[in-house]
């Protein structure tokens, strides 16, 4: 293919990729050419740090990621029906990496193909169909996960919630429903946010007549603003949410496979004894290569073979991605990259915390290894977003080519989920 110039580029787009599809920097995009490491490249070679691909978890254009895929497609790229070691032996370190008995693997695509799959496999095991997700959650872009997710269901033109879909506070001690500045402790808030979920459950009952499949949830919220849950929030939840008929998924598709630096999985940095029932793996696993996983238990895996229906998915566990995710995994463990999160995720804290002293603006700083965010205020008593702001240090960051992204309902937290290698 040739070259394009940036507006032909531009043009080609508008003309060809539907209007749904979201550009970055709209009013005068970036054309990316290449990557590495933490940074990309426009067409004039002009580097940008980049702080928010989650996607390339071992840094850009990793030799060794684009070694692996391409070694394993000159011999063979084929579905999972036929016997192959990359596939079961890819599976074996993945569950290793898991606590309990969390060992059986369905391989797929995507995140949202992983989600989609949990919701399936919840709903055969206990007979339910309800959902509780949280506020401002997002799991995925196929009809059943915008379903149970509210960051696009209650937007403008979303359809609203579901019959199915209990919609719980998310637990956001900062500007959450139940606050810091209270006088309660942070375990207090936990309690009160998993008292939230808990109602909600009595009236799925009381009013319906329902018991609950499932209680979803980002280990880390993303797309609600960075934010980081009480650590007495999901073990309390999960106790309730089984004793009620449901089992409980963790979504790492976004913040998993290291990226808190002191753990494989964001899930375990509440309690060392926390396990889900379902856990689903996206994004960062192949280093921009397509390929996810949903992991649960062999009794829940069981009660999705009782239907008699051939799970198949045509690429999911092929030989070439499961080389590519083995790669990442090495490269992870060889680089060193959780302890790299662990030093400068807290480096980035502290500075960002140091400039809070100065900044009136800087409402709250908050994260777990290389996942950041900085809730921009108004005003630090009322909280009040400052989205025009955060907006407009965006955008002046870009033309020092600093690349950031922002979320929260409000849009006024800056949100950092760099490459590994930052």
């Not at 054309?31 to 067409?43: H, S």
């Not at 956001?172 to 936990?190: A, P």
């Not at 949100?415 to 930052?422: A, C, E, G, R, S």
Request: hydrophobic share 35%.
């Amino acid at each position: 293919m040739g070259t394009l110039q940036k507006d032909e580029t531009k043009s080609l787009r508008t003309k060809h990729i539907g209007p749904s599809c979201k550009l970055f920097f709209k009013e005068d995009p970036l054309k990316i050419v290449r990557g590495e490491g933490a940074f990309l490249y426009d067409e004039s070679d002009t580097p940008y740090l980049d702080c928010i691909n989650n996607v390339a978890h071992v840094g850009h254009s990793n030799k060794d990621v684009v070694e692996a895929g391409y070694k394993q497609m000159q011999i063979l790229n084929t579905n999972s029906r036929f016997l192959h070691d990359n596939l079961v032996l890819y599976a074996e370190r993945l569950a290793a990496s898991l606590p309990g008995d969390l060992s059986v693997a369905f391989l797929v695509n995507s995140g949202s193909e992983a989600n989609d799959l949990a919701l399936r496999l919840a709903y055969q095991h206990t007979g339910n169909k309800d959902v509780v997700t949280l506020d401002h959650a997002y799991h995925g872009h196929v009809v059943s996960l915008i379903d149970i997710s509210p960051y696009k269901f209650d937007k403008p033109g979303g359809a609203g919630c579901p019959e199915h879909t209990w919609v719980a506070p998310v637990p956001d001690i900062y500007r959450g429903k139940h606050r810091t500045g209270s006088g309660e402790s942070e375990e207090e808030l936990g309690l009160k946010y998993a008292k939230d979920v808990d109602d909600i459950i009595e009236k799925m009952g009381t009013q319906h007549g329902r018991k609950p499949a499932a209680f979803i949830a980002e280990s880390l919220q993303s797309c609600g603003g960075q934010v980081i849950f009480p650590d007495n929030y999901l073990p309390e939840v999960y106790k309730s949410v089984r004793a009620a008929g449901g089992i409980v998924i963790a979504d790492e598709v976004q913040v998993g496979f290291g990226r808190v630096g002191t753990h494989m999985w964001a899930f375990q940095t509440y309690d060392e004894g926390l396990v889900p029932d379902i856990v689903t793996m996206g994004k960062p696993m192949g280093n921009g290569h397509p390929i996810a996983a949903v992991f649960t238990t062999p009794e829940v895996a069981k009660s999705f073979g009782k239907t008699g229906i051939e799970y198949f998915n045509t690429y999911g566990g092929n030989p070439v991605s499961c080389a590519i995710g083995n790669a990442v995994l090495d490269v992870i463990e060889k680089e060193k990259l959780m302890e790299n999160a662990i030093k400068v995720g807290a480096y980035l804290l502290e500075e960002f915390k140091k400039m809070a002293t100065k900044y009136e603006c800087i409402g709250d700083v908050r994260g777990r290894g290389l996942f950041v965010g900085i809730d921009l205020v108004k005003d630090r008593e009322s909280r009040e977003p400052a989205s025009e702001l955060a907006k407009t240090i965006l955008t002046r960051l870009k033309y020092k080519h600093i690349l950031i992204q922002l979320d929260g309902p409000s849009s006024n937290v800056i949100k950092l989920k760099p490459p590994m290698v930052f």
